[in-house]
């Protein structure tokens, strides 16, 4: 079955410092991808949609110029968080539906990033 | 307005026995999506169903199946036979417009379900 691949899973770093996180699909091409972010004990929320060759969409609320979203290939996702801060720290997960498929996302298994 | 409500924040269920998880939606889209998703403590999401606005029948996946009734705009997942290794949070989430595969999903804020001996 399809897979997507996220890396790290897991980041500690100091506030003001920018974090990088990938997302993979590792056997079937991406041209959309969908970041989410989840808090503790809630539910997943939407951030940006993540297309292949052109710019992200931003949900309402978040920071483009703090969320930085560059899909560089068919394959890969980057999320890049920006000078973060301990109110960033959260879980946060990528997924990808597979253009073969119909009606089926797939999710990679998250990065918890932790912002001291 | 809610989009997703999963009414049960918290549920029960013995081994062995069936469970059913309420999920209702709010849309005036025509074309849409139901899903359901597993969260374990690990965090990953595991894709567990599907059912489409204009699917006839309700889906089926092994143990999973979704009750769908479409006029009381409802999606709820039943468990059958409950494992312990099913204990984990259950998503409800929807894609409102057709299946372009492009289409973002609007979640439920999920129901926990622990499964005892």
């Known amino acids: 079955g399809a897979v997507v691949s996220q890396h790290p899973s897991r980041v500690i770093c100091k506030s003001g410092t920018s974090v990088k996180i990938e997302c993979r699909s590792l056997?079937?091409?991406?041209?959309?991808m969908f970041w989410y972010r989840q808090f503790p004990k809630q539910s997943l929320m939407l951030m940006a949609t993540?297309?292949?060759?052109?710019?992200?969409?931003?949900e309402q609320g978040v920071e483009k110029d703090k969320f930085l979203i560059n899909h560089a290939s068919l394959t890969l996702s980057t999320l890049t968080v920006t000078s973060a801060h301990p109110e960033d720290s959260s879980f946060y997960i990528c997924?990808?539906?597979?253009?073969?498929?119909?009606?089926?996302?797939?999710f990679g298994p998250g990065t918890r990033l932790t912002v001291l | 307005a809610q989009k997703i409500t999963q009414t049960q924040p918290g549920m029960f269920v013995q081994e062995k026995e069936a469970v059913t998880l309420d999920c209702t939606y709010d849309?005036?889209?025509?074309?849409?999506?139901l899903f359901w998703y597993k969260q374990p403590s690990s965090g990953e999401m595991i894709f567990l169903i599907y059912q489409g606005s204009y699917d006839q029948q309700n889906a089926t996946e092994g143990r999973y199946s979704l009750n769908f009734q479409k006029a009381r705009k409802s999606a709820n997942l039943v468990i059958s036979a409950s494992q312990l290794g099913d204990s984990a949070m259950y998503f409800c989430?929807?894609?409102?417009?057709?299946?372009?595969?492009?289409?973002?999903?609007?979640f439920g804020t999920g129901t926990r379900l622990q499964v005892f001996p």
């Open positions: 997924s990808a539906p597979p253009w073969q498929y119909t009606d089926t996302q797939y």
């Open positions: 056997d079937f091409q991406a041209t959309t």
């Open positions: 993540s297309n292949e060759g052109s710019k992200a969409t931003y």
């Open positions: 849309t005036s889209d025509p074309s849409y999506g």
């Open positions: 989430a929807m894609r409102e417009g057709p299946a372009y595969n492009t289409d973002k999903l609007i």
